[in-house]
């Protein structure tokens, strides 16, 4: 069974991108995350991630079809 929770050295390592992105991303608000524990340790709930891909995954389908690739035409 997969942890409910993960840590952002996971979440980044899924997204393949650093852990200081990851971090920029809950302390901007983009990622949903918790802050537990004494020493204030974040952590991203897998259901938060999974919602947060596909709305990543829809922004870039919406970007895509405003912005076609369109074939140059020769000079």
Known sequence: ME??????SDVAAELNVS?????????????PAIKIGGRG???V???????????KY?????WVADNPLVERLPD
């Open 41 to 43: 340790q974040w952590r």
């Open 3 to 8: 942890p409910r929770f993960l840590l952002l």
């Open 45 to 55: 709930e897998r259901a938060r991630l999974e919602e947060y891909i596909q709305r």
């Open 19 to 31: 852990d200081s992105q990851v971090y920029h991303m809950v302390r901007s608000g983009e990622l």
């Open 58 to 62: 829809a922004e870039t389908a919406e």
